[in-house]
């Protein structure tokens, strides 16, 4: 038998979860087969969708693993069921989508692989484990290859116009602006002497091309000239992504010409002559025209695609059955200038944030439903009215909702800038934003023994060979690397971070005293190449200290622009009301409750 989860092969025949405004659509729900079907619990535009078929699909449902009550309870049974009746009608409106047998066969062969399912007794096991006969498979499949055909249709279909293509690049500009450059040539040697005496000759004018065709472990043939080509020695533009991140700091950091070095990076030291400094710019519309339109495209196609989807929805005739299992209540819980926000349309978000999801898996649920439902209430009435203003505006926004909101806010904020008064304040102001943290490369090396532990230390001091050490006291090494502070268990942090004095050196490094760690075992710590945290100069940072600062008055105004958009609305928030009236009563049992008949809901 083949160990293979209901759960992953859900998601392996297509599990998709279209992540809109609309809310996540689950598109699978195992068919019953031969097998009874248990008792309609719903009809979708007169289609029904039966109790045997709900249950599979609720058990793929991780918020229902965790066994909700009460009120929460009935908040998932409204989510799980605006889930099925959104795919249901999908699925319904994708039935005409042409999907060819070559197409099914194809898609089969690639499962096939995937499991390693290669001869005909394998396959049949694996159909009969998940339920499916042969035919039935291949229906699913057909069935999830037209919802994805259906939806690229959707997408593709949205064709952005000239006008809205531009308008799109006047708003994310900042996207498409290129990266600093340098035009260099660099030494890399092996030998930190070597490096200094070759700094040396450099200063005192020797060629610098020489030294490196001579000197260089890396491109000597090009003279050391960076973005130079096999056979050619001048430096062309290089953005920061040749270096190190420590010489590209370093190199990136004097904004202009000048040698830099050497640096130590890798065991190799780098000594670099920038010839040039390229600052970023903007590039025109008709240099990145290409790009732009593939972007704007994407845009337009998330709108046209979040559209559809609540159309389809709108346009559900959606029936319940008498006394079914479930609880259903989609009332509106907030008003915004006559618009209406259904309760359905908020539970989306919250139940697929991953925070909300632990807290119900660690019997929190009630506690998330009080903290996210306001808070994400409160945000999508921000964004209807951003939606609301854009529309407004006569410009030509494209994309979902959330983009919409997006761009707006960008465009309206899109003539900030900073002084360097205002960037000298903010890095005064924020001196942890431009700070190198501290830094170590530290191996920890454990004893069950504290004696043994001891022994090690010695030894450690002494020098020799680490693996050795460890191994003739039974101690077991861990590589931690370089770290920077809060990145090693709290004990060891404190030991190499929040104390000022260094441990005793020897040919291995810092070895520290013996650790008692909280299990009860013993720690030696072995430190070497230990950096103080450094303050980065300001003038080494004017551009990321002017961003901060447009950074502050973007959220400063955007704000303010909320606020005003509030001020003139008419907003109804229902929320408190309507998670009253949802909450059962004590003597009353949820899962009796009666649903209406339901009137196909408002996006």
Known sequence: MFGISKRAITILFGLLALAFAVGAILLFTPQAGQQARGKPVLWVNGKAVYELDLLRFQGNDPLYAANPQGLLKNLVDTHFLEQVILTEALKQDAARVRVSSAEVRKEVDRIREQFGLKDKKAYEQFLNQVGYTDAQLRGEIKTQLQIQKRLDQVRSAAKPSPEEVRFYFEVFQDKYKGEDRVKARQIVVDDKKLADELLAKAKAGEDFAALAKQYSKVGAEQGGALGAGPGENTPKPVTKVVFPDKVAEAVFAQKGPGLVGPIEAGGRYYLVQVEEYLPAKTPSFEEVKEQVEKDAQEAKGNGALETYLEDLRKKAQVRFAENMPYVYKNPPVALVNGQEILLSQVLQP??????????????????????????????????????????????????????????????????????????????????????????????????????????????????????????????????????????????????????????????????????????????????????????????????????????????????????????EAKIENRLSQVLAELTPKTEEKPQESKPQEQAPAKP
């Open 350 to 567: 919250v139940f697929a944030n991953q925070q909300t999801a632990a807290l119900i898996q660690q019997g929190l649920g009630e506690l998330a439903v009080q903290f996210f439902l306001p808070q994400t209430l409160e945000s999508l009435i921000d964004r209807d009215l951003l939606v609301e203003a854009a529309k407004k505006s006569g410009k030509p926004f494209i994309g979902n909702k959330d983009e919409i909101a997006q761009a707006y806010l960008l465009y309206e904020t899109r003539d900030l800038s900073a002084t360097e008064e205002e960037a000298r304040k903010f890095y005064a102001e924020n001196p942890a934003l431009f700070t190198v943290p501290a830094s170590a490369e530290v191996v920890g090396v454990n004893f069950k023994s504290e004696a043994k532990a001891k022994a090690f230390r010695e030894a450690a001091l002494r020098g020799g060979d680490l693996q050795a050490l460890a191994k003739a006291q039974e101690g077991t090494v861990t590589e931690y690397g370089a770290v920077n502070p809060n990145q090693l268990p709290a004990v060891l942090d404190r030991l190499v971070f929040k104390i000022k004095e260094t441990f005793p050196k020897g040919p291995l490094g810092e070895v520290s005293e013996v650790i008692k760690m909280e299990d009860g075992t013993f720690t030696v710590l072995l430190v070497r190449n230990r950096k103080p945290e450094v303050l980065k100069p300001f003038a080494q940072v004017v551009a990321e200290a002017q961003q901060g600062v447009v950074a502050k008055k973007r959220q400063n105004k955007v704000q303010e622009l909320i606020q005003a958009l509030r001020k």
